[in-house]
T-cell receptor
Framework: AQSVTQLGSHVSVSEGALVLLRCNYS??????LFWYVQYPNQGLQLLLK??????LVKGINGFEAEFKKSETSFHLTKPSAHMSDAAEYFC??????????????FGGGTRLMVKP | DSGVTQTPKHLITATGQRVTLRCSPR?????VYWYQQSLDQGLQFLIQ???????AKGNILERFSAQQFPDLHSELNLSSLELGDSALYFC???????????????FGEGSRLTVL
């Protein structure tokens, strides 16, 4: 069974500071990994994904994540936080797109707060 | 706009009642997934349908049921509602396997259910 652990349910940073949201996964097969963002009263929007190509993945809004197999991690970073980055972020894992579908297992989420 | 449409956006009902949530997937997507998001349980996978057939089942209560119709829209039926069923219910869709499917799910904006 796959699982995802997001360390820190709440992270607070100052505007302009580095954003680091942590994600560790467990998977019995080479995983596909995703970061989604959820703004208040909205659905989940894909930020970026790792699907066994480059280990450093760039996404929207200046976010990137690095897949580290040895550490079973897929941490999300952004060099400089903006107020508009305040949202909840979810890391997710699947066993890859296949004929049975793409069921994702999500972590518990990390709420990012950005202080002026 | 993900292309996934969910109705209603908000629903308030009483304990013991039954409700139906509707989802229209993106054009051409054959898979539909239902997730429940609550404060205490996070994002939980409920059930997946692929081209009208149930494909995977998660933590779905027996009081809940779903189906996918020939036009590929899906409905999630929740009956004998309890206070604890109050949550945000998301529908997501994905392309068929082998057709530009890179593993991610496309989420609707959710249906917020409040049980009083």
């Amino acid at each position: 069974a796959q699982s995802v652990t997001q360390l820190g349910s709440h992270v607070s940073v100052s505007e302009g500071a580095l954003v680091l949201l942590r994600c560790n996964y467990s998977s019995s097969v080479p995983p596909y990994l995703f970061w989604y963002v959820q703004y208040p009263n909205q659905g989940l929007q894909l930020l970026l994904k790792y699907t066994s190509a480059a280990t450093l993945v760039k996404g929207i809004n200046g976010f990137e994540a690095e897949f580290k197999k040895s550490e079973t991690s897929f941490h999300l970073t952004k060099p400089s936080a903006h107020m508009s980055d305040a949202a909840e972020y979810f890391c997710a894992v699947s066993d890859g797109a296949n004929n049975a579908g793409n069921m994702l297992t999500f972590g518990g989420g990390t709420r990012l707060m950005v202080k002026p | 706009d993900s292309g996934v449409t969910q109705t209603p956006k908000h629903l308030i009902t009483a304990t013991g009642q039954r409700v139906t949530l509707r989802c229209s997937p993106r054009s051409g997507d054959l898979s539909v997934y239902w997730y429940q998001q609550s404060l205490d349980q996070g994002l939980q996978f409920l059930i997946q349908y692929y081209n009208g057939e149930e494909r995977a089942k998660g933590n779905i209560l027996e009081r809940f049921s779903a189906q996918q119709f020939p036009d590929l829209h899906s409905e999630l039926n929740l009956s004998s509602l309890e206070l604890g069923d109050s949550a945000l219910y998301f529908c997501a869709s994905s392309p068929r396997w082998g057709q530009a499917n890179t593993g991610e799910l496309f989420f609707g904006e959710g249906s917020r259910l409040t049980v009083l």
